[in-house]
Nanobody, 117 residues
Framework: EVQLVESGGGLVQPGGSLRLSCAAS????????MSWVRQAPGKGPEWVSA????????YYADSVKGRFTISRDNAKNTLYLQMNSLKPEDTAVYYC??????????WGQGTQVTVSS
């Protein structure tokens, strides 16, 4: 059974940091490009960041460039997103997903990130 399980979300003050993790199982994680996608209430999905199967060619949305860092550990079947200098507009449910810029593939259940004072 394919599983993607996100963790690390929570409530943080503006300017704070969080590190999201996505634990993968049930498929060959190291063969897939991976993405972080977020969705705020009433808005469509936004591809925040992506990385290729080997950990290279990172993509960042303009809205997070310079603040977020994507990484992966294929030995641990885990994808990460380090989020620094968080802003209220970063509030959303964050999903990890296989592939880049596609809704086809495997998605996790999401983790809530709330940035508020």
């Amino acid at each position: 059974e394919v599983q993607l399980v996100e963790s690390g979300g929570g409530l943080v003050q503006p300017g704070g940091s969080l590190r999201l993790s996505c634990a993968a199982s049930g498929f060959t994680f190291g063969s897939y490009d991976m993405s972080w996608v977020r969705q705020a209430p009433g808005k469509g999905p936004e591809w925040v960041s992506a990385v290729n199967s080997g950990g290279g060619s990172p993509y960042y949305a303009d809205s997070v460039k310079g603040r977020f860092t994507i990484s992966r550990d294929n030995a641990k079947n885990t994808l990460y997103l380090q989020m620094n200098s968080l802003k209220p507009e970063d509030t959303a449910v964050y999903y990890c997903a296989t592939g880049r810029f596609t809704t086809q593939g495997y998605w996790g259940q999401g983790t809530q990130v709330t940035v508020s004072s």
